[in-house]
T-cell receptor, first 110, second 115 residues
Framework: EDQVTQSPEALRLQEGESSSLNCSYTVSGLRGLFWYRQDPGKGPEFLFT???AGEEKEKERLKATLTKKESFLHITAPKPEDSATYLCAVPNQAGTALIFGKGTTLSVSS | DAGVIQSPRHEVTEMGQEVTLRCKPISGHNSLFWYRQTMMRGLELLIY????????DSGMPEDRFSAKMPNASFSTLKIQPSEPRDSAVYFCASSEGQGTLDEQYFGPGTRLTVT
């Protein structure tokens, strides 16, 4: 069964305290892994797509990496405005649905 | 572009009533997705349309749920009759291409409460 698991469920950081979020997946023939950010009361907002093991992408304080079994979202020197829920997702085998993890809720305090 | 537009933003209804959620995708996008988000189950795909045709409706919970896309700029998700367990946030998303390999743009969601 295609599955996406994210950890931790919640993460509290001090401003400037770097950390990583994990997304592990089980799907045959990975065709891409997506990271989204969701703010309270809003829809998810696209961040990155990774296609192959070893690929990395960066956006401001965020860097996403991909291996054959998992992806990491590294947050360097976070700021309070980085507080949000971060979701990862992979397409199912048929390519007709995105399977989302339950997300990691990040809180950054100043 | 205004992004994906959903209405209403909030809906409170009584069990047994019919509920209709509406979505206007981004102009020019060929794919449209309806999702449901709950604390217990997270974000789940209900149905996926490509070029107004339903491609994957395996996520539709049961016959009480139905979705239509009469044209490229409008889709509805209907629940009849509604039940308390249908309470959730329903999102519509659209993307340019076919399938799920393109970036999806989500609307602000409709928060449905069934009492």
């Amino acid at each position: 069964e295609d599955q996406v698991t994210q950890s931790p469920e919640a993460l509290r950081l001090q401003e400037g305290e770097s950390s990583s979020l994990n997304c592990s997946y089980t799907v045959s023939g990975l065709r891409g892994l997506f990271w989204y950010r969701q703010d309270p009361g809003k829809g998810p907002e696209f961040l990155f797509t990774l296609y192959s093991a070893g690929e990395e992408k960066e956006k401001e304080r965020l860097k996403a990496t991909l291996t054959k079994k998992e992806s990491f979202l590294h947050i360097t020197a976070p700021k309070p405005e980085d507080s949000a829920t971060y979701l990862c997702a992979v397409p199912n085998q048929a390519g007709t649905a995105l399977i989302f993890g339950k997300g990691t809720t990040l809180s950054v305090s100043s | 572009d205004a992004g994906v537009i959903q209405s209403p933003r909030h809906e409170v209804t009584e069990m047994g009533q019919e509920v209709t959620l509406r979505c206007k995708p981004i102009s020019g996008h060929n794919s449209l997705f309806w999702y449901r988000q709950t604390m217990m189950r997270g974000l789940e795909l209900l149905i996926y349309f490509n070029n107004n045709v339903p491609i994957d409706d395996s996520g539709m919970p049961e016959d009480r749920f139905s979705a239509k896309m009469p044209n490229a700029s409008f889709s509805t998700l209907k629940i009849q009759p509604s039940e308390p367990r249908d309470s959730a946030v329903y999102f519509c998303a659209s993307s340019e291409g076919q399938g799920t390999l393109d970036e999806q743009y989500f609307g602000p969601g409709t928060r449905l409460t069934v009492t």
